[in-house]
């Protein structure tokens, strides 16, 4: 990661905490832009997108943290949190799943898919 890339992710990083989402997300989107393999840089630049309500552009910035870094269970429940939050539960569902193959002991991930579940009427 190169210096710039590092103060980039440190300030998005700092302005998510602080609440300041779009600041959040032009720290973040040029922090990824130069180092595009840190996972954790898209997984705060999707958490920031969906906090901004943009599921669409959280959905694609967690899906990129998940190529670099597959088996995060974190990620998987980060992907549902959003499909979840736009209403598409069946891809929810699919993340939650998914998050709990890989950590079958994710309490976030395992009451959130039995809370989906119950809203859809499903067991």
């Keep these: 990661m190169t210096d710039d890339a590092a103060q980039r992710f440190a300030g ?10 779009d600041k959040a ?12 393999n840190n996972y954790k840089a898209f997984c705060y630049l999707g958490a920031a997108y969906a906090a901004r309500q ?24 980060n992907i ?3 499909y979840e939050a736009d209403g598409v539960d069946s891809e929810a569902e699919y993340e939650y799943e998914k998050a709990l193959k890989i950590n079958p002991d994710y309490e976030l991930a395992k009451e959130a898919l039995r809370k989906l579940k119950a809203r859809l009427h499903r067991v």
């Design 25 to 36: 997300i032009e720290e973040l989107e040029a922090a990824t832009q130069l180092d595009q």
């Design 54 to 77: 943009r599921y669409n552009a959280a959905v694609g910035a967690f899906k990129i943290a998940e190529q670099i870094a597959p088996n995060i269970a974190s990620i998987h429940y």
């Design 12 to 21: 998005g990083v700092e302005a998510y905490k602080a609440g300041e989402f």
């Design 80 to 82: 549902a949190q959003a």
